[in-house]
Each structure stands twice: as C-alpha cells, then as structure tokens.
C-alpha cells in the first residue's frame, strides 16, 4: 500500500468519501424487503438518471495553483499583509520624525516694517534733546536663520526608541505573514480533502452503477431476487448522495481559499497538487523549541518592544539633564531709503530645567510599566510557544500511526467487497454482504484521507509553532 498519494483506479474501488457524511449501512442485515420498497418508490424512475452535478458558477477566470503558488499570491495581496506594510510604513516615519529632531534647522526670512517711536515712552524717561517722536520710517531684513541641539539626552534616546520601534513593526509584520501562511496552508489542505473526497465518491458511484446493473442482470437470468436489485439500486442513490456533498465541500473550501488569495470572486480554483504524506522531521522537543524561540517573530516583536521601552525611559530621565541649543542669523538689513548691510547674531544657551510638573517621573514610570508588560508578555508567549510544539509533536505521531492503520484497513476492506462480490457473482450469497463490505470500505476510505489530512495539518501546526511555515511551504 503505498503512503505518499491518494491514488486509486476504478476497478479496485478504493476512492474516499467523508466521514462527517456517513450516513450508516442502508443494505445491513435486519432492514426487511418493505423499507426498501418503500425508500426505492419515490426515486426508482430516477434509479439510473446522470449523477447530479453541483450549480454551475459563472463564467470566471480560472487559475491553477501549487501551494507554493498560493503562498506566494496571498502573501502579496491579502490585506492584513498589505495593513501590516503600511504599519511599517508609519513606524518609519516616525524614526525620520525623531531623526529630524537632531538636525539643524534652516529658515529664510524676509520681512519690512514701517515704525513711529515715542522716545521717551521707549526710553522710560523724558528726553532733554531731540523730539519726542521718531518716524515713521521703514526698515526690512532678508536673510537665513539656523538651529541645532548641540546636546539633548532625551532627543537622542527618543530617536533610538523609535528605531526600535520600527524593528518590532517589521516583527510584527513577519509575525502576520506567518499567520496568513498557516491559514492558506490549512485552507488548501481541507480544499485538497474535498477534491479526493469527490473523486472517490465519484468511484463509488461507478461500483454501485455496476453493481446495480449486476444484479439486475441476476433477476433476469433467475439467480437473483428482486430485493437484491432493490439494496443495490439504493446503495447506488446513497453514493450519489455522498457525491454531492462532497462536491458542495470542496467548492466551498475554494471559495474560503479565493477569499484568503483575495481573489475575485467566482474564480475558478485548479489545485495542482494531491493530499499525500509529508516528510516529517526528526527532531526532539528540546530542538524543536529552541529552534521556535529563535524564529517566532511574536518574541522578536516584543524584544525590540522592550528595548523601545528602555529607551523611552532613559529619554524621559535625559529631560532632567541640561540641554544645549545653538542658533544663528545672517541677513541684510537697513531703512528703504538707504543701502541695506549684512548683519548677523550667533548665539549658544543652555537650558536646565527646574521643575516640570511631575511630567519626567509620569513618562519614566509608563515606560516601566511597558517594560513590565512585555516581560510578562514573553513569558506568556515562551509558554505557548512549548505547548505548540508539544500538541503538533504529539498530534504528528497519531497521525502517522492513524495513516498505517488506516493503509491496512482499506486494504482488508477491498479484499473484503472483493470476496463479496465473487460470492454474489457466483449466487452463493445475496448482495447484503456486497452491501456491508461496500459501506465498510467508504469508512476505510474516509479514515485514511482523514489520517493523511491530519498528518498534513500536524506537520503544518508544528512549522507555525517553529516559526518557519512561510519558509517551509514556499520553498
């Protein structure tokens, strides 16, 4: 029995069907010949009508993906990923806006003023010569006008918080791309469930159809009884039953998948790929999570958080400390009656400050606090960051004996309807055996692909918990 694919032909009648969709043994022993007349009376005329076919969609694009594909198309065009870009976008901004803060400034000025004094107003006494009253007259200056910080703490710590702050942006960013490719990922296995879902109900309605026509060729040819016929004719509405819905499933996983590519609604989805077994890796728990408290991205966010929160701290105890400003003018000024000179004015202060209202000791303490939270934030996320790993390592090798039992038990199954349907064939028995073995085989069936798809899905499970989903499946 081979593990890596889901591959079966018709005539060895090993497709699957979902078990979520069994509905029992219709033909089992203890059913008397009136039920089945009774189930058979509404739909006998349509006892050998086409299998149904689900609604058609509009007529759409159709494209055809791998699931490296599919990573790759919602990694560029899901919102959430293009949102967290934008964040990105805003952190740095914000870094040029902190940088800003430490360069010099430059301003032009040109301004002219027309000015009537009161000299003994201006002077604060009265004057023994000269008027009283100068002007008017008009002035004007063009020219530049610079500052810098010369030393500020707190500007330079502000500065390097903000840096920070981008870094744990681009985590977060990362941190989302991870999330977005763990649901892609399950949405194009559940999605992969249902295509092998529909063609193995699709394979058993074909057995049923020919089985049907087995044994109403028996009825003919004497060997049979009408009840046969009756059983096999239900079987066969049972499977194109579990035909449609496993056909409903899977246009309903692709349209959960189009929503998360962000594709246009009504697209048609080819999947190019089959639900087979993954290789697995060997590692140890203890591997297995130090490699995850190396790669999650959550725990790189929150250690530039917590550097960003330092910073912010030591900004705020930097606005106690003595700052130094320089500035400086170079300008053309005089009356406009006169030719205008050059002048200038340098100048160099410094500010201390005295007192502020308890503004430093709230900023020191909410930074703190940030600091405190993050802690508290790792811890929480390293904790989960082992209970991930732990459940996918677990839940990893169920699956992986589930897939073996389930590899022999199709196989008993097949051998079981085969056995069946030659004592059938040969009028040894009637078809309630052929029935049974055949209900048997669906639940054999559908085990298995449930086993392989949890097999997937662990394997997925413990590449989140690792970190490294994205960088497993688009590889």
């Given at each position: 029995?081979?593990?890596?694919?889901?591959?079966?032909?018709?005539?060895?009648?090993?497709?699957?069907?979902?078990?979520?969709?069994?509905?029992?043994?219709?033909?089992?022993?203890?059913?008397?010949?009136?039920?089945?007349?009774?189930?058979?009376?509404?739909?006998?005329?349509?006892?050998?009508?086409?299998?149904?076919?689900?609604?058609?969609?509009?007529?759409?694009?159709?494209?055809?993906?791998?699931?490296?594909?599919?990573?790759?198309?919602?990694?560029?065009?899901?919102?959430?990923?293009?949102?967290?870009?934008?964040?990105?976008?805003?952190?740095?901004?914000?870094?040029?806006?902190?940088?800003?803060?430490?360069?010099?400034?430059?301003?032009?000025?040109?301004?002219?003023?027309?000015?009537?004094?009161?000299?003994?107003?201006?002077?604060?006494?009265?004057?023994?010569?000269?008027?009283?009253?100068?002007?008017?007259?008009?002035?004007?200056?063009?020219?530049?006008?610079?500052?810098?910080?010369?030393?500020?703490?707190?500007?330079?710590?502000?500065?390097?918080?903000?840096?920070?702050?981008?870094?744990?942006?681009?985590?977060?960013?990362?941190?989302?791309?991870?999330?977005?490719?763990?649901?892609?990922?399950?949405?194009?296995?559940?999605?992969?469930?249902?295509?092998?879902?529909?063609?193995?109900?699709?394979?058993?309605?074909?057995?049923?159809?020919?089985?049907?026509?087995?044994?109403?060729?028996?009825?003919?040819?004497?060997?049979?009884?009408?009840?046969?016929?009756?059983?096999?004719?239900?079987?066969?509405?049972?499977?194109?039953?579990?035909?449609?819905?496993?056909?409903?499933?899977?246009?309903?996983?692709?349209?959960?998948?189009?929503?998360?590519?962000?594709?246009?609604?009504?697209?048609?989805?080819?999947?190019?790929?089959?639900?087979?077994?993954?290789?697995?890796?060997?590692?140890?728990?203890?591997?297995?999570?130090?490699?995850?408290?190396?790669?999650?991205?959550?725990?790189?966010?929150?250690?530039?958080?917590?550097?960003?929160?330092?910073?912010?701290?030591?900004?705020?105890?930097?606005?106690?400390?003595?700052?130094?400003?320089?500035?400086?003018?170079?300008?053309?000024?005089?009356?406009?009656?006169?030719?205008?000179?050059?002048?200038?004015?340098?100048?160099?202060?410094?500010?201390?400050?005295?007192?502020?209202?308890?503004?430093?000791?709230?900023?020191?303490?909410?930074?703190?606090?940030?600091?405190?939270?993050?802690?508290?934030?790792?811890?929480?996320?390293?904790?989960?960051?082992?209970?991930?790993?732990?459940?996918?390592?677990?839940?990893?090798?169920?699956?992986?004996?589930?897939?073996?039992?389930?590899?022999?038990?199709?196989?008993?199954?097949?051998?079981?309807?085969?056995?069946?349907?030659?004592?059938?064939?040969a009028g040894v028995s009637n078809n309630i055996e052929v029935i049974n073995a055949q209900d048997e085989l669906a639940r054999a069936n559908d085990n298995q692909i449930s086993a392989l798809y949890r097999l997937n899905q662990s394997r997925a499970d413990l590449a989140l918990a690792m970190g490294q989903i994205e960088s497993l499946y688009t590889r």
């Amino acid at each position: 029995m081979n593990r890596t694919s889901i591959v079966r032909t018709k005539t060895e009648a090993s497709m699957f069907c979902p078990s979520t969709r069994y509905s029992g043994a219709p033909g089992a022993p203890g059913r008397g010949p009136a039920l089945l007349l009774a189930l058979l009376a509404a739909g006998a005329v349509r006892a050998q009508a086409p299998t149904p076919a689900p609604a058609a969609t509009s007529p759409a694009a159709s494209v055809h993906l791998t699931l490296p594909q599919a990573l790759r198309i919602a990694l560029d065009q899901n919102p959430r990923v293009q949102q967290s870009l934008l964040a990105i976008a805003e952190s740095q901004d914000d870094r040029r806006s902190a940088a800003a803060a430490l360069m010099p400034t430059v301003a032009a000025q040109a301004y002219g003023q027309r000015n009537k004094y009161n000299l003994d107003a201006l002077m604060g006494m009265p004057q023994p010569h000269g008027p009283e009253v100068v002007g008017p007259f008009n002035w004007g200056q063009v020219g530049v006008e610079a500052q810098v910080s010369l030393f500020d703490l707190s500007l330079w710590k502000r500065w390097k918080a903000s840096r920070y702050a981008e870094d744990s942006a681009q985590a977060q960013a990362r941190a989302v791309r991870e999330q977005i490719a763990a649901l892609v990922v399950g949405q194009y296995l559940r999605a992969l469930r249902a295509a092998a879902s529909v063609n193995a109900s699709q394979s058993r309605v074909d057995l049923a159809g020919a089985l049907a026509t087995l044994a109403e060729n028996q009825q003919k040819q004497g060997v049979g009884t009408k009840l046969d016929t009756l059983r096999a004719q239900l079987q066969l509405q049972t499977e194109r039953q579990r035909l449609i819905q496993a056909q409903t499933q899977r246009l309903t996983a692709l349209a959960g998948l189009g929503k998360l590519l962000d594709l246009k609604p009504g697209t048609a989805i080819d999947l190019q790929d089959t639900l087979a077994a993954p290789s697995l890796p060997q590692l140890s728990f203890e591997a297995a999570y130090q490699s995850g408290l190396k790669e999650r991205p959550e725990l790189a966010a929150l250690d530039a958080r917590e550097k960003a929160a330092a910073s912010l701290r030591q900004a705020a105890q930097g606005l106690r400390m003595p700052s130094v400003v320089a500035t400086g003018s170079y300008a053309s000024t005089g009356l406009q009656s006169q030719a205008w000179v050059p002048t200038y004015q340098v100048s160099l202060g410094v500010k201390v400050p005295l007192f502020t209202g308890g503004r430093v000791s709230a900023q020191i303490s909410k930074a703190k606090s940030e600091q405190a939270s993050v802690q508290e934030a790792r811890r929480d996320v390293r904790a989960q960051v082992g209970l991930e790993i732990q459940v996918a390592q677990a839940e990893l090798d169920a699956a992986q004996h589930e897939v073996e039992v389930a590899d022999l038990a199709v196989s008993l199954s097949q051998e079981a309807l085969t056995q069946a349907r030659h004592r059938f064939e040969a009028g040894v028995s009637n078809n309630i055996e052929v029935i049974n073995a055949q209900d048997e085989l669906a639940r054999a069936n559908d085990n298995q692909i449930s086993a392989l798809y949890r097999l997937n899905q662990s394997r997925a499970d413990l590449a989140l918990a690792m970190g490294q989903i994205e960088s497993l499946y688009t590889r």
